[in-house]
């Protein structure tokens, strides 16, 4: 189910008044073209519209994403122990030549291979 609170109202119609800025541009482009007038400026009805929708999708984007962290390293390790830095569980490696030294030896299954037999 699709919640939509004021920042993502906000973002949809900042994308909808943005694109429509720019195919308002198009056209009047294509009306100078057609009347074989010179090009100078956008009228300020529609560089206005495209300007403020562009801070509207700005604000959206922003309250939508939510908390951002810092981006510093050190603020995520310093919350971590010198024994746990040091753990990487990406590292592990369980299907090894070990078993050849040892006839005997046999991996544990892991949990979601037992879940996956029931």
């Known amino acids: 189910m699709v919640v939509f609170t004021l920042h993502k109202c906000a973002l949809i119609l900042g994308f909808i008044s ?9 056209q009047h482009r294509s009306y100078l073209r057609i009347t074989e007038q010179e090009f100078t ?11 403020i929708s562009l ?10 994403a939510g908390e951002f962290t ?17 753990n990487i569980p990406s590292f592990y490696v369980f299907n090894h030549r070990g078993r050849i030294f040892n006839p005997n030896y046999s991996p544990q299954p892991l949990k979601s291979d037992l879940e996956d037999l029931e």
Do not use: C, N
Not at 45 to 51: A, E, N, R, T
Not at 72 to 80: A, D, N, Q
């Open 18 to 26: 943005f694109f429509h800025a720019a195919y308002s541009a198009a």
């Open 41 to 51: 400026v956008l009228p300020t009805d529609i560089f206005m519209q495209g300007f």
């Open 55 to 64: 801070y509207v999708i700005m604000y959206g984007v922003l309250h939508v």
């Open 70 to 86: 810092e981006i510093r390293s050190t603020v995520g390790l310093e919350k971590r122990t010198w024994e746990d830095q040091r």
